[in-house]
């Protein structure tokens, strides 16, 4: 990938940059940014071991919406070298809900000792409104090390502490959109897609223990975890989107 290629995908994608080689499951073949002309060309070309919902989440979007824009009866039909559409097609609007807009800042409350960091458990917690899993449970045990930020750079979910190998578990039934190592800075990665509009994602995983198609169950083993990037502490990185945009996961877990 050329310097200019690689510029353009870290001003889009932050830190998130996927793996060019042959064997990785993701790589980029994207133009999405400024054009020649300095419009924005909006295109990705599909690679091997591509999927609908992978291409859709390094992109912030809903995998429903590439399949309108794309006139694709289903997730699945698409091919090697097929060029898809990033944006919708002139005099077609995004019919899809919209993740529902941040409420107004609360006033400042007083002053608080500092609090513990949240401890991963296995209880079930309710869902916020969405059409998605009744329940969500802790993808694994441990201490949260690293909050949700919004606005940070790169990655946007949470980290939790934990030993080498330990589970790492669905927080909710689902399917295998992605599995494999192709996104940069994630190590060993899963995807799941959940009822409705979620997905979930775990990575700095040792090894993983489901393929792309398995379906899980809420609480399945799918990995073992792994140290974190640029770090010698094992921890997961699970992040929680809904319709393709990250949400931040404390809010949906016990």
């Known amino acids: 990938?050329?310097?200019?290629?690689?510029?353009?995908?870290?001003?889009?994608?932050?830190?998130?940059?996927?793996?060019?080689?042959?064997?990785?499951?993701?790589?980029?073949?994207?133009?999405?940014?400024p054009g020649p002309g300095g419009g924005e060309q909006s295109h990705y070309q599909v690679r091997s071991g591509d999927t609908l919902q992978a291409i859709a989440w390094n992109h912030g979007l809903d995998y429903r919406d590439l399949a309108d824009w794309n006139d694709l009866d289903s997730p699945d039909r698409i091919r090697v070298g097929q060029r898809l559409q990033l944006q919708a097609p002139s005099g077609r609007e995004d019919t899809s809900p919209q993740p529902p807009s941040s409420p107004p800042p609360a006033a400042p409350a007083p002053e608080q000792p500092a609090a513990s960091p949240p401890i991963a458990s296995n209880e079930p917690g309710e869902r916020p409104t969405g059409d998605g899993p009744e329940q969500w449970l802790w993808p694994t045990e441990g201490d949260v090390v690293k909050e949700f930020a919004r606005d940070a750079d790169g990655k946007q979910g949470?980290?939790?502490?934990?030993?080498?190998?330990?589970?790492?578990?669905?927080?909710?039934?689902?399917?295998?959109?992605?599995?494999?190592?192709?996104?940069?800075?994630?190590?060993?990665?899963?995807?799941?897609?959940?009822?409705?509009?979620?997905?979930?994602?775990?990575?700095?995983?040792?090894?993983?223990?489901?393929?792309?198609?398995?379906?899980?169950?809420?609480?399945?083993?799918?990995?073992?975890?792994?140290?974190?990037?640029?770090?010698?502490?094992?921890?997961?990185?699970?992040?929680?989107?809904?319709?393709?945009?990250?949400v931040d996961p404390l809010e949906y877990l016990p």
């Open 1 to 33: 990938m050329d310097h200019g290629a690689t510029v353009r995908i870290l001003l889009l994608l932050g830190a998130i940059v996927l793996a060019g080689c042959a064997g990785d499951h993701l790589a980029p073949v994207s133009d999405r940014g």
């Open 158 to 246: 949470i980290n939790i502490d934990g030993e080498l190998g330990q589970p790492v578990r669905a927080a909710a039934g689902g399917h295998v959109v992605y599995s494999g190592s192709g996104l940069v800075g994630y190590g060993n990665l899963v995807i799941l897609k959940h009822r409705g509009e979620f997905l979930t994602a775990y990575g700095y995983n040792r090894r993983l223990l489901v393929e792309e198609g398995d379906e899980v169950a809420a609480g399945d083993r799918i990995a073992e975890m792994g140290n974190g990037a640029g770090n010698d502490r094992p921890r997961l990185h699970f992040e929680l989107r809904r319709q393709g945009q990250p």
